[in-house]
Structure formats: structure tokens, C-alpha cells
């Protein structure tokens, strides 16, 4: 199984693999940005049912 299919499972759909978030480190930790949204999110919460959810392509 290829790591695009793995994140493209159900049980695997996170921000932090979506095309649409956008994160900034700072010293207080990370703060997650869904583009589409235009909302803070919590990049580690499951979001099975997010319609806009679109998987990264590896390099």
C-alpha cells in the first residue's frame, strides 16, 4: 500500500494530510488553518466526514 492510498482511507483522514491546511510553528507550539474553510483546526482530529478533505500529493 502506497502512503497516498493509506491517507486516503477513512480511518486515516486527517488535516495534517489535506492539501488545504496550512500550518504555522511558533514557540507556543503549531497552530493549524484550513484554507477552505478559512478556520483554526486541530490538525490531529479525524474528519471522516469533511466533504472538502483532498489528500497532498507525495513528491
Known amino acids: 500500500m502506497t502512503i ?3 491517507r486516503s ?5 486527517r488535516c495534517r ?3 488545504y491546511v496550512h500550518t504555522v ?3 507556543d ?3 493549524c488553518f484550513c484554507r ?3 478556520k483554526l483546526v486541530y ?3 479525524p474528519r471522516w466526514f469533511c466533504p472538502i478533505y483532498t489528500v497532498e500529493e507525495d513528491i
Open 29 to 31: 507550539g503549531s497552530i
Open 43 to 45: 490538525e490531529g482530529l
Open 25 to 27: 510553528y511558533g514557540r
Open 9 to 13: 482511507l477513512r480511518r486515516n483522514r
Open 17 to 19: 494530510y489535506c492539501a
Open 36 to 38: 477552505a474553510k478559512e
Open 4 to 6: 497516498q492510498q493509506w
